[in-house]
């Protein structure tokens, strides 16, 4: 039952005839699980939570940061540092004090996905990588949860709902039987992403979740809608249940609990060889003798600057016109903020100009500097 303040509330909903007093109470009655407080998950969740969705879970262990500000819309300067899971449970009760959050400060894994789907009717992807994307698909469809899975890139959106209720139905397996490699789907944080785009997909995730709990419409089951923001286009595309996409997955929740998503991905979108090199091996082989040369594929602008690292500077954008400008008669070690773009680099040098002196470093900048603080840290333990 509503209460009056609840009509009062929801009197918007209440006047449309395909939700009304039952649709309502269908929300206020509902669960729903999102995963990732990020780009996706700030305009689903506020949307969810003004629909009067009744239980609402976050799973995410990140603090905010300043480079999120651009695009997730629950955050503002004072939030840096803090937990987004914490903040964002303050905000949506603040927002809607009539529904349940719970807030979930952890990473979603294999050890835990079991837990925490359990307790909800519909399960919001709102990630940035391919081994939770696959997690999540096997996790909903051995506990017959619905999936609503979204994902953003430069300048392009996708959205679609595995409805794991029914027999039969179509698997995010059945969509993308293969993972892509890093090299070809590099998160935001290393190739970019309109502000405005997460908080149009994030809504079309909140919009087919309501249509979910009220039966109203038709949802992307078995559809995939395509956004490209540039045009202002969007696209349908229809893909059927494959099952020998069940082959690929787990068949029971002990099997799932031992599955390795991360190695998976990565097993199977190795579509080049490329190299690489520790940030500790590097180390070494810059104490040597040996000649390098340090090619860092990042924007001129970014940070920080790494003074052991500063050789070559030329962003990957302009990679094909500078290749004059890299050595092919030593060792060449590309290097970004977390690897991922500078795998790219050696895939296109490799592939179109048939380079084959490049190092990758693995994990980036990002990995060096914390090698470099464990070291400092090290020395100073050893001090005192």
């Not at 929801?10 to 206020?28: A, V």
């Not at 969705?53 to 976050?58: D, F």
């Not at 262990?61 to 540092?81: F, K, M, P, T």
């Not at 991905?265 to 091996?281: L, M, V």
Request: glycine share 6%; aromatic share 8%.
């Amino acid at each position: 039952m509503l209460s009056k303040k609840e009509i009062s509330r929801y009197e918007r909903h209440l006047l449309l005839p395909e939700i009304g007093i039952s649709g309502q109470e269908k929300l206020k009655g509902a669960s729903v699980l999102m995963i990732g407080a990020g780009g996706l998950g700030c305009p689903a969740l506020l949307y969810l939570a003004a629909a009067g969705v009744g239980r609402i879970g976050i799973v995410d262990d990140d603090i905010v940061e300043q480079s999120n500000l651009q695009r997730q819309i629950l955050y503002n300067d004072s939030d840096i540092a803090k937990s987004k899971v914490e903040l964002t449970k303050k905000k949506l009760q603040q927002q809607n004090p009539e529904i349940q959050i719970d807030a979930f400060n952890e990473r979603l894994a294999t050890s835990n996905a079991i837990r925490l789907i359990s307790n909800y009717d519909i399960i919001l992807d709102g990630t940035d990588n391919f081994p939770t994307r696959y997690l999540l698909n096997d996790a909903c469809f051995l506990l017959k949860k619905t999936l609503v899975s979204g994902s953003i890139f430069k300048f392009e959106g996708q959205v679609s709902v595995f409805d794991f209720r029914k027999n039969h139905s179509p698997t995010y397996r059945c969509l993308f039987p293969t993972p892509p490699s890093a090299a070809q789907a590099p998160d935001c944080s290393e190739i970019g992403v309109i502000g405005v785009l997460p908080g149009i997909i994030g809504s079309l995730m909140a919009l087919e979740t309501i249509k979910l709990i009220t039966n109203t419409g038709i949802v992307e089951s078995g559809r995939l809608l395509l956004f490209n923001a540039l045009s202002l286009a969007f696209q349908t595309l229809e893909f059927e249940y494959n099952p020998e996409s069940l082959k690929l997955m787990p068949m029971n929740i002990e099997e799932f609990e031992k599955q390795d998503y991360d190695y998976f991905c990565k097993a199977n979108s190795e579509n080049f060889s490329s190299n690489e090199i520790s940030s500790e091996e590097l180390s070494e082989l810059l104490r040597s003798n040996e000649k390098i040369q340090i090619l860092d594929v990042r924007e001129v602008y970014e940070e920080p600057e790494v003074g052991a690292l500063k050789d070559l500077n030329i962003p990957l954008w302009k990679l094909e016109e500078s290749t004059h400008k890299i050595s092919i008669d030593k060792k060449v070690v590309v290097i970004c903020k977390t690897g991922v773009r500078s795998r790219k680099a050696i895939e296109l040098l490799q592939t179109k100009f048939n380079m084959n002196n490049l190092l990758n470093l693995r994990g980036g900048v990002t990995e060096w500097l914390r090698m470099e603080n464990e070291t400092v840290n090290n020395g100073n333990e050893k001090e005192a």
